[in-house]
């Protein structure tokens, strides 16, 4: 049987690949601060990783593969360094936000990335995420490090791809605001298919965990067909937003999936790795009605972390 360790494991992602290793047969021990449980089948070890002594116990033994999401490099250095000598494999969820270019459209894993952040710099996300891949590649070919892109999927704690199943779910016959479109894409991958990959992987070094590229128009009329929108639509373009005040990418007053031209390269990277590898990517259509179903379930006009309020959207509409 396989011994796998997770630091995290309750999450929303790390709690998906603990689920997949459990299907899998594996013996799971999920290492968190017990605020969330383990999936059933999985063992919680309580302790939280800022504690100089939380990997003493999980140190005296072996195992099979341990699996990080940190994206707090000092956090995974120490990890790597109480359990690199115990691990026959580790696979760290690393992020595309490392390349330092997001302006080349299909760029690949070789693309340079920003410099990786010391003790003293201020917390930037991509700086943090190369830090910690610095820390895992010392573990030679044990190390498998993963980029995703955007992780999507029903129970999304971001409420970004989700943003737009409530936004034609709510809006129903009325109006519904939508970013500049032309030659905009999305590139998304379901959090169960970055799961799977991640358990059945085999490789090293690293690999871009993304999904196909799609034209941005093509997915959000899927998701508007899958809620039912009957209204209309207003394209936007980007002068007109950023006079208005509209945010790109996430968070409040956002529009989500939205990049600035000088990120056009952001959602096109490259899976060419991923699919050689062994990837594989359910039809989005599935994800999204999936997505749709869960934000339904969880209430469209609920407080979110990403996106417009309905009211927003149409004081945005009214001024058009």
Request: glycine share 10%; aromatic share 6%.
């Amino acid at each position: 049987m396989t011994d796998v360790l997770i630091l995290g494991g309750t999450g929303w992602l790390s709690g998906r690949i603990a689920r997949r290793w459990v299907d899998e047969g594996a013996a799971v021990t999920c290492l968190g601060r017990g605020s969330r449980p383990a999936p059933e089948g999985a063992v919680l070890v309580r302790g939280d990783r800022e504690d100089a002594d939380v990997y003493a116990d999980l140190s005296r033994r072996d195992w099979d593969h341990v699996v990080d999401v940190s994206s707090h490099a000092v956090r995974v250095e120490r990890a790597v360094d109480a359990l690199g000598d115990r691990a026959g494999r580790w696979t760290y969820v690393s992020s595309v936000s490392v390349y330092s270019d997001d302006e080349t459209v299909g760029a690949d894993e070789s693309t340079p990335r920003h410099p990786a952040a010391s003790p003293a710099d201020a917390y930037d996300y991509g700086a943090q995420k190369a830090a910690a891949e610095d820390a895992v590649m010392r573990l030679g070919e044990r190390g498998f490090i993963v980029r995703p892109g955007l992780i999507v999927g029903d129970g999304d704690p971001s409420d970004r791809f989700g943003y737009w199943a409530a936004a034609f779910a709510r809006a129903s016959s009325e109006p519904v605001l939508l970013p500049p479109l032309e030659g905009s894409s999305a590139q998304v991958i379901d959090v169960d298919d970055l799961a799977a990959y991640i358990v059945t992987a085999t490789r090293s070094g690293v690999v871009n965990g993304v999904g196909d590229e799609h034209p941005l128009a093509d997915v959000l009329g899927a998701v508007r067909l899958a809620a039912g929108h009957t209204g209309s639509v207003f394209v936007a373009d980007e002068g007109w937003l950023r006079a208005h005040d509209v945010e790109y990418w996430a968070g409040p007053r956002s529009l989500p999936l939205w990049l600035p031209t000088e990120m056009s390269g952001f959602m096109t990277r490259s899976n060419r790795a991923f699919h050689a590898s062994g990837g594989r990517l359910r039809p989005l259509t599935d994800t999204i009605e999936r997505v749709v179903a869960d934000e339904r379930s969880r209430g469209v006009d609920r407080e979110r972390h990403a996106g417009l309020t309905r009211a927003e959207e149409r004081a945005l509409l009214s001024d058009r």
